[in-house]
């Protein structure tokens, strides 16, 4: 008899039935749309940061992170902006390569504050895996974010102070804001 982790981390997703679900009501091209935009959105924030001092300044190794993310961010954006769904390999593969391209963005920033603001980001996928994924797609995506959070919140507490720093890592793991 399976345990209740087992039986937990082997449940099915809800990706078919919500795929219907969109399809019979006319909503999967306005909901692509919608998550195609968000990536150009996140995209031209990626590109914005790189005209700011708190963004990948460092040197060319992190603007050319910030360039791999844009386009990245480009790639996915039209991926979904084409005319059919994705399927469900298609759209764990999309979750998996946005946690990538995040943790990436927010690791590459000069200023640790605005990366790990950004890293609330994190939350909207989390958000997308948890109503279309499986428990496995959603450990993954939690999996890239928290070592990111903290390395983060390390980076604060060396340039500022360490009760910030733990103030700040609350907040992304809470999904809470708290003020600088």
Do not use: N
């Not at 399809?23 to 935009?37: E, K």
């Not at 390999?89 to 979750?95: K, R």
């Not at 995040?102 to 997308?128: N, Q, W």
């Amino acid at each position: 008899m399976p345990s209740r982790l087992e039986t937990w981390w082997s449940r099915p997703d809800h990706y078919a039935w919500l795929e219907s679900y969109l399809a019979t009501r006319g909503l999967s091209r306005p909901a692509a749309m919608l998550v195609g935009g968000a990536v150009a959105f996140l995209g031209g924030i990626e590109a914005l940061m790189m005209l700011t001092p708190a963004g990948p300044s460092a040197g060319p190794p992190q603007r050319i992170a910030a360039i791999a993310v844009i386009v990245g961010c480009g790639v996915t954006a039209t991926f979904w902006f084409r005319l059919k769904w994705p399927s469900r390999t298609q759209s764990t593969v999309f979750v998996m390569v946005s946690a990538l391209l995040m943790a990436v963005s927010c690791l590459i920033e000069s200023d640790p504050m605005s990366s790990i603001a950004a890293c609330g980001l994190f939350g909207i996928l989390a958000g997308y895996a948890v109503i279309f994924h499986s428990v496995r797609v959603i450990v993954f995506v939690i999996a890239v974010a928290v070592p990111v959070a903290a390395v983060l919140a390390v980076r604060i507490a060396e340039e500022a102070d360490p009760v910030l720093a733990v103030s700040k890592l609350l907040a992304v793991l809470g999904g809470s804001r708290s003020s600088r």
